[in-house]
């Protein structure tokens, strides 16, 4: 017998539909991604920690689950709401369907919903809290709601981040550079493609301070992407400020904006965020238009970019800024994931373009 789950929106709007994965209740903040494959990634990438994903693609699970493609040691999503989820997955590579993913995970499910009306709900009043439950009333859910924290009040970084710091394959042999990442909320694409470019990539937990890096002598120091408030992460800023003008850094969505936060630039919450592969970005010297892969819920005031930044890239959607260079420092960032190809993978020049640079202060 197929069991009913509902998702309950903090204004009290609900929608009813069935359960799949576990039968559990999750509350979190209320995002949709326009991603149309991916959807394994969109589960275990670390800056959905605390949120209730619904993708507005309308069938998911269809090529099934494979434990090679995962971003992350677990699935990061509090709950994922569908309009269709597949039983049968046909690919080669396919080990289990995404019921047996998130139940193994106790990460609710619910399917057969309107995701479309749920989409344009979130597009007209801006994301907000929401519980998914197969377990509750509609009644003791608002209930639930009411007594959770706010999903800007929580840090999730700290939630997400490794607890020691590890080296990812071994050693590398591009010209001896070793880069260390500073994990917020890291992706494993992220190691994968600075380890393929020849660099020994070591990984470092998010309350590492500047004195704690730089014992090791990197060469050049990756910020990782992440969940949450930048403005949260006091100790992150306090690290990077430490950093500046000794070393290369580059930042990644939340590295990003924590990077423009340390120089003395302010972020904003945008009304329902940029999540998923199709978003437009155009880079402001070479004037060439970029599709790129985001998943963030704040982004840059561009008036209050100072301390040398400059705003390199803009998004055609809103033109909220997408990427930093500061004009003397070896500094760059993009608030996109230039590591997740959603089809063209023409933004993954950045990482060689960082190794370039690093190289170039050695």
Same mark, same amino acid.
């Given at each position: 017998m197929i069991k009913r789950a509902i998702l309950v929106l903090d204004d009290g709007t609900t929608y009813e539909g069935n359960a799949f994965?576990?039968?559990?209740?999750?509350f979190g903040e209320v995002v949709f991604d326009t991603a149309m494959a991916g959807y394994q990634e969109m589960l275990t990438?670390?800056?959905?920690?605390?949120?209730?994903?619904?993708?507005?693609?309308?069938?998911?699970?269809?090529?099934g689950i494979n434990e090679e493609v995962v971003e992350s040691r677990q699935i990061q999503v509090r709950g994922f709401a569908v309009?269709?989820?597949?039983?049968?997955?046909?690919?080669?590579?396919?080990?289990?369907?995404?019921d047996n993913y998130l139940g193994e995970h106790n990460v609710p499910g619910i399917s057969g919903i309107d995701t479309r009306s749920l989409v344009?709900?979130?597009?007209?009043l801006g994301v907000m809290m929401g519980v998914l439950t197969s377990e509750l009333t509609v009644g003791e859910s608002v209930r639930l709601?009411?007594?959770?924290?706010?999903?800007?009040?929580?840090?999730?970084?700290?939630?997400?981040?490794?607890?020691?710091a590890y080296e990812w394959g071994g050693y590398g042999s591009n010209g001896g550079l070793v880069l260390v990442v500073f994990d917020g909320g890291v992706k494993f694409n992220i190691l994968r493609i600075l380890r393929s470019l020849g660099c020994s990539v070591k990984v470092v937990p998010c309350d590492y301070s500047a004195d704690d890096i730089l014992r090791i002598s990197p060469d050049g120091i990756v910020i990782s992407p992440g969940p949450g408030d930048p403005a949260l992460l006091r100790y992150m800023k306090e690290t990077v400020s430490g950093l500046i003008g000794k070393k290369p850094v580059m930042g990644i969505c #939340?590295?990003?904006?924590?990077? %423009?936060?340390?120089?003395?630039? +302010?972020?904003?919450? #945008?009304?329902?965020?940029?999540? %998923?592969?199709?978003?437009?970005? +155009?880079?402001?010297?070479s004037g060439r238009v970029h599709i790129t892969t985001q998943n963030h819920g704040f982004a840059i005031d561009p008036d209050t970019v100072r301390g040398g930044l400059e705003v390199s890239q803009v998004n055609l959607n809103d033109n909220t800024v997408e990427g930093l260079r500061h004009r003397s420092e070896p500094i760059l960032s993009v608030q996109y994931h230039p590591e997740a190809a959603p089809g063209p993978q023409d933004n993954t020049y950045l990482f060689s373009e960082f190794v370039k640079l690093v190289k170039s202060k050695k």
């Open positions: 994965g576990a039968e559990s209740t999750a990438d670390p800056s959905f920690a605390g949120q209730i994903v619904t993708p507005t693609y309308t069938i998911i699970g269809n090529y309009r269709e989820h597949c039983g049968a997955p046909s690919h080669y590579t396919s080990q289990k369907t995404i344009r709900h979130i597009r007209h709601l009411r007594s959770s924290p706010d999903y800007g009040s929580v840090d999730y970084v700290r939630k997400v981040s490794t607890d020691k #939340l590295g990003h904006q924590i990077l %423009g936060q340390t120089m003395g630039a +302010r972020t904003f919450k #945008l009304k329902f965020g940029h999540r %998923g592969g199709n978003h437009p970005v +155009r880079d402001l010297v």
